[in-house]
């Protein structure tokens, strides 16, 4: 339990941060500033704010698959349905249920509005933003969903939570892409979460080699935070994850065309990125397997009918086999410059 002015920092970061071009593509950060700074400005009314928080964490090792090169790593949080579909009823039956007893009015938000919910949870005593920046729990560990009822009830508020990070820090020198300036900082532009979820467009060629094979997300600096060892969760807690997605082939994904992908990824997290950017993904992983088995899943997307995925197509193809991507290169028709941007590229680096 928190109040809406709890979190007096969290504004001046989020303008840093936004300042700094940190949020790359994402301009819906920017357009709701306002309201991400400064709860009143969401609602007028809100008095208190109740935050929730639900691990999700398997008892897998979630970084295994990344030794799985052929297998497209899909993030803990997305290997079932959807999480608003889980946590949106629950807090719904609690702000139900504070209504019945106390009265007031209450709106229930769950990663969809604009609500900074990790200072919020932290002001609540949920736990603190780690050095990664996500939230981190002594009881729940570092793999949390957060969710937030706003009240117009005065309610008693909770003390925040301390930082327990100390000199740790595992999560930081992890990550792949070095999406990490400086602790308690991040530069979305790098990380791979952002780069295979959020970001519409081609993903920068430099960093490319450093996304292995994380098709969806990437729960790194997540799966080594020490505090995960103390979390006590019942298995009530757990999503459930899809079998078919738990270690997918490669070339399975790289055939989906889009009523496929809809179908395979129905009620999941996945199926927001839309089919062209997930191949995108998928076609990176395809270029880092170091398998020449996979050139024939990128050669057949040469000519599809999304430019983004054509250019994918030929980065991966050019990993993998250069004398192929040159007889393809031979027989091309694109008018797409972005496109032809990229068959200049790879070409360039298969002599």
Known sequence: MTRPDAAPLAKARLERFLAEGQHGDMVWME???????????LW?????IIMMGLNYGGADDPLAILRQRQH????????????HEIIKPRLKAIARWLVRRAGGDVKVFVDTAAVMEKPLAQAAGLGWQGKHTNLV?????????????????????????????????????????????????????????????????PIPRELRPLMGNRIFGCDDCL???????????GHEAKLKAREALRAPRLADLAGLDDAA????????????????????????????SADPALADAAERLLGDASALVRGAAIWA???????????????????????????????????
């Not at 007028?44 to 208190?48: D, G």
């Not at 990070?165 to 979460?193: E, H, K, V, W």
């Not at 935070?225 to 969760?233: E, G, I, M, R, S």
């Not at 990824?265 to 199926?271: D, E, T």
């Open 31 to 41: 357009q709701t500033a306002a309201r991400r700074g400064d709860p009143r400005v």
């Open 44 to 48: 007028p009314q809100v008095r208190s």
């Open 72 to 83: 497209g790593a899909i993030s803990v949080y997305a290997g079932g349905d959807d999480y």
């Open 137 to 201: 729990s002594r009881q729940l560990g570092s793999w949390l969903f957060l969710g937030a009822i706003f009240t117009t009830l005065d309610l008693l508020p909770d003390a925040p939570e301390a930082d327990h990070c100390g000199s740790c820090r595992a999560c930081l020198d992890i990550c792949p892409t070095a999406a990490f300036p400086a602790p308690y900082r991040l530069d979305a532009r790098r990380c791979i979460s952002y780069l295979t979820i959020e970001h519409k467009g």
């Open 223 to 233: 799966a080594v935070c020490p505090w995960n060892k103390y979390a006590q969760v």
């Open 261 to 288: 992908f809809r179908r395979l990824f129905a009620k999941s997290p996945v199926k927001r990125a839309g089919r062209d950017r997930f191949l995108r993904n998928v076609l990176t992983a395809v270029g880092n």
């Open 317 to 351: 193809l050019g990993r993998l086999d250069g004398n192929r991507l040159r007889a393809a290169a031979a027989m091309r028709r694109e008018a797409d410059p972005a496109v032809e941007a990229e068959w200049a590229a790879a070409l360039a680096e298969a002599l």
